[in-house]
Structure formats: C-alpha cells, structure tokens
C-alpha cells in the first residue's frame, strides 16, 4: 500500500534552515508527481511546492520563492524540501503527498520557527 514517511522537522531559529524528506513506498515513484503542504494552527492546509515526475517543473507558494527548493531523488523514493532563511511564519506541520489531488498523505512532521 502507499506509505508516505516525513522527517526532518524540528526547532530552529529564525534564519536558519532545514531539510525535511519525505519516503516514498509501496507505489513506483518516479511515475508521479510530488508535493508539500503545510497546515500552521488555526490555518487551513496550504500548498508550499510542487514537483513533476521527473523532476524538471517545479513550482512554489508566493511566500516561499526563493527559501525553499523541492527536489526528489527517483533512485531512493525520496522527495526533500530544503527551507532556507526560515521565518516565525514558516511555523506549521508539513506534510508530502503524492501528486496535488490524491488523497495519499503523509502523517506530517512539525517545524517550529521561533528565537
């Protein structure tokens, strides 16, 4: 069955960074395409990033251009989000998942941005 593993998440200060990764399993991976979203409390869940299958279209929130790249490596079913400069704002849980209409998520890993 489809499994979706973030991590990477955690504490950081404002203007510093993370990677967050997301596992991919049970689907063949490098046939679809990837996305973040991140949900900050009492928001609603919004898209961060997009990533095509083969990993050449991309595209990104207004909020994030130019802090964050999404990239995926096919051979390890992985997918990255790499969060520069992060802001109290970049506050939520994030979640992967598979394409931008499916309903495979993964359980999320929360970053918090706070000095």
């Known amino acids: 069955q489809v499994h979706l593993a973030e991590s990477g998440g955690g504490l950081v200060q404002p203007g510093g960074s993370l990677r967050l990764s997301c596992a991919a399993s049970?689907?063949?991976?490098?046939?679809?395409?990837m996305s973040w979203y991140r949900q900050a409390p009492g928001k609603e869940r919004e898209l961060v990033a997009y990533l095509s299958s083969g990993g050449g279209v991309t595209s990104y929130a207004d909020s994030v251009k130019g802090r964050f790249t999404i990239s995926r490596d096919n051979a390890k079913k992985t997918m990255y989000l790499q969060m520069n400069s992060l802001k109290l704002e970049d506050t939520a849980v994030y979640y992967c998942?598979?394409?931008?209409?499916?309903?495979?998520w993964g359980q999320g890993t929360q970053v918090t941005v706070s000095s």
């Open positions: 049970g689907f063949t991976f490098d046939m679809y395409s």
């Open positions: 998942r598979r394409g931008t209409d499916s309903a495979f």
